[in-house]
């Protein structure tokens, strides 16, 4: 038996999956926490990756008539109010200003002063003080629809808190709008979910199922919301983004009121729907493997990065030459329509300079040296591959196939996920075989067990909640594509009015 290869990533996902993504994501020099408890610093590689997510759904937004807008980032505590049920479900979550200056005391210390009027809570999202705004732009039927979206950063006071996953503040996108029947209101709910479900699949190579979340699970205030869903390496689910029909609620509570065109006084129809820097959570833990994360190359922070390589210094500047050249030659290419992006690293730091890359997921990694020179190639090792196999290319070809070989990688990382998934979704009819499914192999790693369950359901929050407190397994959603007929209740026995898929999940 051959020797196993050595991982750069300590502990490895089957010995300690939390501590893992933790480690990869120092590793790849991603992300950091700051010293505000909770919250984290974005790192440029991180950031990167973001910002070309950003770049992705604003223009999918876009091509679907959405604008984008800004709003301010305080609340005053009445209008959190309006709403009960959206007030409830946020109440523990939220930061309060309370004060709007500092003073010293006697002892020199800073001390808040100068207590506001009203206190101001800081956004932990905006449908609150949107309502407000939409309340006062729209008179008339001809004033709708509203379709908005606002990039910025929300805060929900988080007990546990993990970086990308669930931080006390992070980056996302929300969009809001309005509408004169619950038709176009509705149409526009699903039109985002799809437009989630293509991000994930067809950009960060991540499969979700579609679905709609049980009422336990909505979003505080909405009549429904929509959701993608995706399997983790620890067959654990993330919800990826979420979309919500919020019916007339918030137009009530906020007074959105229009005339009609058979000048009968309604209210309007709202939505919301957002998708966070979680998302980047979901990348690391759909891809990543022992030796760090693996990133889509439709997404990734940058695509290739040229490794020149001189072991004399009187090559440095041949190579150098050749590299530069070359560099300018990719850069000159598209991918997915955009110019491929190209990162130089010319530092002599031996076999780590190529470890770094490895870890910090780059697609496409290029050695050059003398013999690359003489021969006109390029060696190039391929993320994706095992035991980061490299292989010769003439330089005319590599830069050629430049684009077909980022689509086969991402091709392999979206068939992967898709497989993985495939083989931990299993429909279950007997609740004593759910049970077994759900309970950890190993109780000194309980975050380890089955993975999805695709069962019936009664609709009955009871057996929500008893399936919850038993096993920490929640409805991630009622699946669209769920076909056939639910069956039995998993929790009860009696017949099942859903099906439902079960998981564990962050």
């Known amino acids: 038996m051959g020797k196993q290869p050595k991982s750069a990533i300590s502990p490895t996902r089957q010995d300690d999956y939390p501590e893992w993504y933790q480690q990869v994501i120092k590793a790849s020099d991603m992300a950091e926490r700051s010293p505000v408890r909770g919250c984290m610093v974005i790192k440029p590689w991180g950031y990167a990756l973001w910002e070309n997510i950003v770049q992705a759904m604003d223009a999918m937004f876009k091509e679907t008539g959405v604008k984008n807008a800004y709003f301010p980032l305080f609340i005053p505590l009445s209008f959190m109010q309006k709403e009960a049920d959206h007030v409830e479900g946020f109440a523990k979550e939220c930061a309060v200003v309370t004060h709007h200056r500092l003073e010293k005391n006697e002892r020199g210390e800073l001390v808040p002063a100068g207590a506001l009027t009203e206190p101001l809570v800081v956004r932990p999202t905006s449908e609150t003080i949107i309502a407000d705004a939409f309340s006062k732009w729209i008179n008339s039927y001809r004033d709708l629809p509203i379709v908005l979206n606002q990039w910025g950063n929300v805060v929900r006071w988080e007990m546990r808190t993990r970086i990308f996953l669930r931080t006390s503040e992070f980056l996302w996108q929300e969009g809001h709008t309005a509408h004169a029947s619950r038709e176009e209101a509705w149409e526009r709910t699903m039109m985002m979910l799809d437009i989630y479900a293509r991000l994930a ?161 780059i697609p496409l990694r290029i050695e050059i040296g003398s013999r690359e020179i003489r021969e006109n190639a390029v060696f190039l090792g391929r993320r994706d591959k095992p ?39 299993v429909t279950i009819a007997d609740k004593g075989d759910f049970y077994d499914y759900f309970t950890p192999r190993n109780l000194e790693k309980p975050e380890i067990h089955g993975g999805f369950a695709r069962s019936g359901w009664c609709g009955d929050a009871a057996c929500e909640a008893r399936i919850k407190e038993d096993l920490t397994v929640t409805i991630r959603c009622l699946p669209f594509d769920a076909g056939e007929p639910a069956g039995r209740c998993i929790s009860c026995g009696k017949p099942g009015q859903h099906h439902a898929v079960f998981a564990k999940a962050y």
């Open 201 to 361: 699949e067809e950009y960060l190579a991540m499969p979700v199922f579609k679905g709609r979340k049980t009422a336990a699970e909505r979003f505080p205030g909405a009549v429904d919301t929509l959701c993608i869903e995706a399997m983790m390496q620890d067959r654990k689910a993330l919800q990826a983004g979420t979309s919500h029909f919020l019916g007339q609620n918030f137009a009530r509570a906020s007074d959105i009121k229009f005339q009609s065109a058979e000048e009968r006084e309604e209210y309007a129809w709202t939505t919301s729907w957002g998708a966070s820097t979680r998302l980047i959570g979901g990348v690391i833990m759909t891809h990543g493997d022992d030796d760090g994360i693996i990133l889509p190359p439709r997404v990734a922070s940058a695509q290739v990065v040229l490794l020149p390589i001189f072991k004399k210094e009187d090559e440095r500047q041949a190579v150098m030459a050749y590299t530069e050249s070359l560099a300018k030659e990719l850069k000159a290419c598209r991918y997915n329509d955009r110019p491929i992006t190209v990162e130089v690293d010319p530092r002599d730091i031996g076999g780590a300079r190529g470890w770094e890359w490895i870890k910090k997921g």
């Open 387 to 425: 035991h980061h196999e490299r292989v010769a290319l003439k330089r005319e070809a590599f830069v050629a196939e430049i684009p077909g070989i980022l689509d086969d990688i991402q091709n392999t990382l979206f068939a992967r996920a898709l497989s993985y998934r495939t083989e931990n979704t």
